[in-house]
C-alpha cells in the first residue's frame, strides 16, 4: 500500500511562488504516472500536472507557470508553483497510479485512473 504525504502548502500573495513535495512511503514501479491536483471549494477536484516515465502533461490554466519534477528514486515528487494567482487557491493532493495507465492525454486530468491518494495540503494566493 502506496502511501502518500503532500507539504510545502503556504498562503502567499499573487506573484509569489510556492513548492510543493510528495513523499511516497516505497518506490513506485518505474512505469508510474503522478499528478498533482487540486480542489477549489465548490469546485471539483482537477488535475494540473502529471508525470510518468514519458513526459508530462499540464492543464492550460498553469502551463508555463509549473513545473512538475521528480527525485531520481522516484519516491519524492515536487510541483514548483511560480506567478501563483488568486485562482490556484485551493487544496492540493498528489496522486500515484503505479502502472501508469493514468498518463495517457484523454485520462491523466481525471481522478479515475489513479489509485493512491494522499491528505492534500493548502495552498492560497491572495490579492
Known amino acids: 500500500q502506496v502511501q502518500l504525504v503532500e507539504s510545502g502548502g503556504a498562503s502567499v500573495q499573487t506573484g509569489g511562488s510556492l513548492r510543493l513535495t510528495c513523499a511516497a512511503s516505497?518506490?513506485?514501479?518505474?512505469?508510474?504516472?503522478m499528478g498533482w491536483f487540486r480542489e477549489a471549494p465548490g469546485k471539483e477536484r482537477e488535475g494540473v500536472a502529471a508525470?510518468?516515465?514519458?513526459?508530462?502533461y499540464y492543464s492550460d490554466s498553469v502551463k508555463g507557470r509549473f513545473t512538475i519534477s521528480e527525485d531520481h528514486n522516484q519516491k519524492t515528487h515536487y510541483l514548483q508553483m511560480n506567478s501563483l494567482k488568486p485562482e490556484d487557491t485551493g487544496r492540493y493532493f498528489c496522486?500515484?497510479?503505479?502502472?501508469?495507465?493514468?498518463?495517457?492525454?484523454?485520462?491523466?486530468?481525471?481522478?479515475?485512473?489513479?489509485?493512491?491518494w494522499g491528505q492534500g495540503t493548502q495552498v492560497t494566493v491572495s490579492s
Open positions: 516505497e518506490y513506485i514501479y518505474h512505469r508510474y504516472c
Open positions: 508525470i510518468y516515465s514519458g513526459g508530462f
Open positions: 496522486a500515484a497510479d503505479p502502472w501508469g495507465k493514468a498518463c495517457t492525454p484523454g485520462s491523466w486530468s481525471g481522478t479515475k485512473g489513479y489509485g493512491y
